[in-house]
Every structure is written in C-alpha cells, then in structure tokens.
C-alpha cells in the first residue's frame, strides 16, 4: 500500500515562515518514488480543496498556484522519498489544512482528481 505522512504544520504569525514535509512509503511507491509526480494541496474551513503546488516525477519542473507564486517552493528528495513546501511571507489566508499527493500521470497538475495517492494532511495556522 502507498503511504503519504506530512508533518511541520503549526501556528506561525502573519510574515513567518514554515517548511511541510511529506514521506512516501510503501511497497511499491518506496521503491520507484522518483516516477511519481508531486503536489501539495490545501483546504481551509468552508471552501474546496485547492492547488498549491507540484513537482515533476521526470525533471523536477515544479508549478504554483498564483496564490503563492514568489513565497512558496516546492522540492523533492527522491533519495529520501520525502517532498517539502517551503512556506515564506505566510499570510492569514494561507490559513488551511495542507495535503501532500501523489500520481504516476503528467499533465494538468492543478487537478486534484489526477493524484491518486493522499495523506492525511497537516494543519497550518496564520495568525494576524
């Protein structure tokens, strides 16, 4: 079975900085980690999921939401089997649950019903 754990949620104020990680496990995703691609998703209370960012299984091409274009990035250590957001600038709004997921497909990388492998999410705090 495919595992994704995220951790290094937490309360931050407005302009603070946090790094989320996500591991990958299991049988068959611990192995061939490199071919998956990536991505981080969030969901605050009362909206819909949405994406933040993702990262190529082939190349490393990573992509952003506009949302968090210039303050968030995206990196991938297929060596560890680990996928990191780096979060700078955080604003209030960023307040959400951030999920790691995870695809062997490419292409359109903002839709989340493409990955299919999720973890059970870390929750990120922006006080103002």
């Known amino acids: 079975q495919v595992q994704l754990v995220e951790s290094g949620g937490g309360l931050v104020q407005a302009g603070g900085s946090l790094r989320l990680s996500c591991a990958a496990s299991?049988?068959?995703?611990?192995?061939?980690?490199?071919?998956?691609?990536m991505g981080w998703f969030r969901q605050a209370p009362g909206k819909e999921r949405e994406f933040v960012a993702a990262?190529?299984?082939?190349?490393?091409?990573?992509y952003y939401a506009d949302s968090v274009k210039g303050r968030f990035i995206i990196s991938r250590d297929n060596a560890k089997n680990t996928v990191a957001l780096q979060m700078t600038s955080l604003k209030p709004e960023d307040t959400a649950g951030y999920y790691c997921?995870?695809?062997?497909?490419?292409?359109?990388?903002?839709?989340?019903?493409?990955?299919?492998?999720w973890g059970q999410g870390t929750q990120v705090t922006v006080s103002s």
């Open positions: 997921a995870g695809r062997r497909s490419s292409g359109r990388y903002y839709r989340e019903g493409e990955y299919a492998y």
């Open positions: 299991g049988r068959t995703f611990g192995r061939t980690f490199n071919s998956y691609a």
């Open positions: 990262i190529t299984s082939s190349d490393g091409r990573t």
